[in-house]
């Protein structure tokens, strides 16, 4: 079972930026797809980005051109850049893993954005 660990949330003005990291307990080389998702109050879970083994990308629309997505396969280490930052991004955000896009997969905890207007 793949331990994953978000850090780097906190308050941050709109326009501002924040980087999040994800560490996690084992090798990520066999986890094909890592992602970022993000749950505002009273909403869903959402897709926010998600990076491939072979570096592929995908993103949310509200995202794109803003926030970027990057894995360290030999740290282990999973991130979001998000720039430009806008209180609709406010969320808890959480790091998820899996070796096949229809897998559950692995999930941390959260860490929690909050973005002052």
């Known amino acids: 079972q793949v331990q994953l660990v978000e850090s780097g949330g906190g308050l941050v003005q709109a326009g501002g930026s924040l980087r999040l990291s994800c560490a996690a307990s084992e090798s990520i080389f066999s986890i094909n797809f890592m992602g970022w998702y993000r749950q505002a109050p009273g909403k869903q879970r959402e897709l926010v980005a998600r990076?491939?083994?072979?570096?592929?990308?995908n993103y949310a629309d509200s995202v794109k051109g803003r926030f970027t997505i990057s894995r360290d396969n030999p740290k282990n280490m999973v991130y979001l850049q998000m720039n430009s930052l806008k209180p609709e991004d406010k969320a808890v955000y959480y790091c998820?893993?899996?070796?096949?896009?229809?897998?559950?997969?692995?999930w941390g905890q959260g860490t929690q954005v909050n973005v002052s207007s």
């Open positions: 990076i491939s083994n072979g570096g592929s990308t």
């Open positions: 998820n893993g899996r070796r096949r896009v229809i897998d559950a997969g692995y």
